[in-house]
């Protein structure tokens, strides 16, 4: 993944001081498909020829001692935190059911918050669809739909046009609640058919399950394994391939490590 190459080598020059010649804004062009992120040939050049500059450069500095310090860090063994227990929550469907996350128990969960007006939500919704077709047996998707979560002033849908658009398509709506929620309901509808997602959209009136998961930050993505447990938690589209590897890390059980609390031991998941 270039982005995730350009990451470490920025972290690299910034911990270092050396320069390897990339910047990020030379990937703000990159669009995510299915296969995963797509660059421009001389893009993708660069960015092989600085990492490895990179890789020359540590080669050259591994040994020294100013660097020993770090060099033993990195070695130490890494221990993995604790796995979470999922926070539980119901929400309607676009087809008025109701689905509570507790209620998948067995499968592997991916909780996708999007909304209507977020290109990058409505971006990675391919990557989305074909996961769910290829994955249908054992993993379920939910895509929770924020718009209708209101703003700091009532109001709900794209900051930038809502005003303007609220009194027009649903004068008054701030008096009625219901009137918003239902204008809503159509608005996610009418996306859903129109991009052909194939996996439950549920609506999160109230942000319920948005604040428990801080989901704000579109879009956000939360992997549940089948005990329960939130196993990953990230901001931003992810590639098919990517996708599939976390779900399948997800499907298995977590490494248990052994921790020291006073005079016990407690094994955590």
């Known amino acids: 993944d270039p982005l995730v190459a350009v990451t470490a080598l920025k972290l690299l020059e910034r911990w270092s001081g050396a320069e390897f010649g990339v910047k990020l804004a030379d990937l703000r062009p990159l669009e995510i498909s299915v296969e995963g992120p797509a660059a421009p040939p001389d893009t993708l050049q660069q960015v092989q020829r600085a990492a490895a500059e990179a890789r020359d450069w540590w080669a050259m500095h591994a040994g020294v001692p100013d660097l020993s310090s770090a060099k033993t860090a990195f070695a130490a063994p890494l221990t993995p935190p604790a796995a979470l227990p999922a926070p539980d929550f119901e929400l309607p469907t676009l087809e008025g059911g109701r689905v509570r996350l507790s209620g998948l128990r067995g499968r592997v969960v991916l909780v996708n918050f999007w909304t209507t007006w977020c290109t990058a939500c409505l ?138 609390v006073g005079s016990s031991s407690v094994t955590r998941p």
């Open 123 to 260: 971006a990675e919704i391919p990557v989305l669809t074909a996961l769910r077709n290829r994955h249908d047996d054992h993993l379920v998707i939910l895509g929770i739909s924020l718009d209708a979560v209101p703003d700091s002033h009532g109001h709900t849908g794209e900051p930038s046009r809502v005003a303007a658009q609220h009194e027009k398509e649903v004068p008054h709506a701030h008096k009625t609640g219901r009137a918003t929620w239902l204008h809503v309901r159509e608005k996610v509808i009418r996306i859903a058919k129109a991009r052909g997602i194939n996996y439950p959209i549920l609506l999160d009136v109230r942000n319920e399950a948005g604040g428990r998961y801080l989901g704000g930050e579109l879009p956000t993505t939360v992997i549940v394994d089948p005990r329960g447990f939130v196993r990953r938690r990230f901001i931003g589209a992810r590639s098919l391939p990517v996708f599939e590897a976390m779900i399948a890390e997800a499907d298995q059980p977590p490494s248990r490590t052994t921790t020291a």
